[in-house]
């Protein structure tokens, strides 16, 4: 038996729970026995939030720059996928607040910090490509979050979870719309790059 089931099973000592809550006030949500290292969590959801902040704005380009006989179905779908990664910064800012942190909206450092790259693409086939890129980056980092976090925190666990699950829709739907564009709309595959 491991100390958490022995933990488990150990009756609550109300008196102790009531003791701790009223000491630390100023941590709101992050109670005594928080078992994750807080500071550790807030930095890598900030490192989340850059991504979506750039998976965003990068969208939000290719909304506007869509041309071709497909650029109105495809744009209006970049637009949705914009509104939801913001959607997704703003998750991911109020859950650093309510673990004692401050996100980080500088645009100073925004793409240093984004796991996902700002690429405009040059054809419709291009942007489908980068966003698809961008989403399958996303989906990794999530998952590797969330089994990093194990079952220390539950409530970011389940908010990654979420997004996890909106970025794969997302990935599915790009994947889905690269295999309708025409041919000559798709972008020239990138050579490997040769092992040195």
């Known amino acids: 038996m491991t100390h958490a089931d022995n933990a488990a099973q150990l009756p609550l ?11 630390h006030l100023d941590q709101g949500a992050v109670t005594a026995d928080y078992p994750a290292h807080r500071l550790e969590v807030i930095a890598q959801l900030n490192t989340a939030l850059a991504t ?13 720059m869509a041309r071709g006989i497909h650029s109105q179905t495809v744009g209006q779908e970049f637009l949705v996928h914009a509104n939801e990664e913001l959607e997704h910064a703003d998750w991911l800012a ?8 401050q996100p980080d909206f500088s645009p100073d450092t925004l793409l240093g910090r984004s796991h996902a790259e700002y690429v405009r693409g040059e054809t419709l086939g291009d942007m489908i490509r980068e966003n698809l890129v961008a989403e399958r980056i996303g989906i990794d980092s999530y998952r590797h979050l969330i089994r990093s976090l194990q079952d220390q ?4 666990r389940r908010l990654l979870e979420r997004i996890l699950a909106v970025e794969e829709g997302h990935a599915d739907e790009l994947a889905d719309l690269l295999q309708q564009v025409p041919p000559n709309l798709l972008p020239t595959p990138r050579p490997a790059l040769l092992a040195q």
């Open 153 to 156: 925190d539950p409530t970011t």
């Open 94 to 101: 109020e859950r650093i607040v309510q673990l004692g942190g």
């Open 13 to 23: 000592d109300l008196n102790t729970l009531r003791q701790q809550a009223r000491q």
């Open 52 to 64: 979506e902040l750039v998976c965003s704005l990068r969208y939000r380009y290719h909304h506007f």
